[in-house]
């Protein structure tokens, strides 16, 4: 790709401020309860601007980064469905109406952008200056692949051994009860407290950075232009939301989903460990990682359908 301009991160990052400005200025600026019908809309308007950026990429920088950006964007959109699931864990255990999840879900992909691009530029400047951690990469994401597959059963959320939870009590109280949209608020004491709005986003933030570890990485064994990681990473994160709320109630649907993000980890794992000795094509990968997500999409849904059909 060569050296990418800096009027193009800019203008990146305009846009960005711009649509978020858009989202929450104009289209929630009064907190409402997200329809299914407004989730897919939202939904489908951020897959078409990343796919219309996407043609951007293939017209200005040429075919390879064109696919490098949707592969890395397919798998980081993939790997987030599974992020999506721990969002409804947290906001069920905390007793989040689904009326203030919009404004949690904002706020924590806000801060997430800013986490990702730090993660990010840190994990290139790693590989460029010592090659070897490209194999501490790849290992991680084999473990990480071989653990989801025995951790495939979905576990309860403890908040009471919740780290990030028991880090945020140090600094200031949490309380049970809510006060509108309010992350902080005035206890019965006259001091400053945090509402459950604050436990949750402190909660999907940490989620969020535990995901980092895994596809980020796994982003990174498909291209190692910074720009391409961080773009697609970013289309991605902007419709999580949107993504959320079209998911959020159909989790039990994707049994199988787990089977292809591990299948997708081992083989860009394995990649990352093999770039000193097979070199395979991008459009190779994008083939092999749309086949096993679709494969395991395909499966989930023939067996919800034939659960519903059981059912009495």
Same mark, same amino acid.
């Given at each position: ?129 010592? *090659?070897?951690?490209?194999? +501490?990469?790849?290992? #991680? =994401?084999? /473990?990480?692949?071989?653990?989801? @597959?025995? &951790? ?103 049994? *199988?989903?787990?089977?292809? +993000?591990?299948?997708? #980890? =081992?083989? /860009?794992?394995?990649?990352?460990? @093999?770039? &000193? ?36």
């Amino acid at each position: 790709m060569g050296e990418v301009q800096l009027s193009f991160w800019v203008l990146f990052h305009v846009f960005v401020l711009a649509m978020l400005a858009l989202d929450l200025g104009v289209f929630h600026r009064q907190s409402h309860i997200v329809s299914i019908k407004e989730a897919l809309s939202w939904s489908a308007v951020w897959v078409a601007l990343a796919l219309i950026f996407n043609v951007w990429i293939y017209n200005e920088f040429g075919k390879q980064a064109g696919i490098e950006f949707f592969t890395g964007y397919l798998v980081e959109k993939s790997l987030s469905v599974d992020n999506i699931f721990v969002f409804t864990m947290i906001f069920a255990a905390m007793q989040i109406p689904r009326i203030h999840q919009h404004r949690v879900l904002f706020w924590g992909v806000l801060t997430a952008l800013v986490l990702r691009a730090i993660m990010i530029i840190a994990g290139v400047k790693l590989i460029q200056t010592f *090659h070897w951690t490209i194999y +501490l990469f790849g290992a #991680l =994401l084999i /473990v990480t692949a071989i653990k989801m @597959l025995k &951790d495939s059963e979905t576990k309860e959320l403890d908040l009471e051994k919740s780290l990030p939870l028991r880090i945020l009590r140090k600094f200031i109280p949490v309380t049970t009860k809510l006060d509108g949209e309010k992350f902080l608020t005035k206890g019965d004491n006259g001091k400053w407290v945090a509402t459950p709005l604050m436990a949750a986003l402190i909660l999907v933030e940490a989620s969020d950075i535990v995901f980092a570890v895994d596809s980020i990485p796994a982003i990174l064994a498909i291209s190692k232009e910074p720009f391409i990681v961080y773009t697609s990473n970013v289309f991605a994160i902007l419709g999580l939301r949107s993504l959320y709320f079209v998911l959020a109630d159909l989790a039990n649907r994707f049994a *199988h989903l787990k089977f292809g +993000l591990s299948a997708v #980890l =081992l083989f /860009v794992g394995t990649k990352m460990c @093999l770039v &000193d000795f097979i070199k395979i094509p991008p459009f190779v990968s994008l083939a092999i990682i749309a086949t096993l997500l679709g494969l395991s999409i395909i499966t989930s849904l023939i067996k919800s359908s034939h659960q519903d059909k059981t059912q009495p």
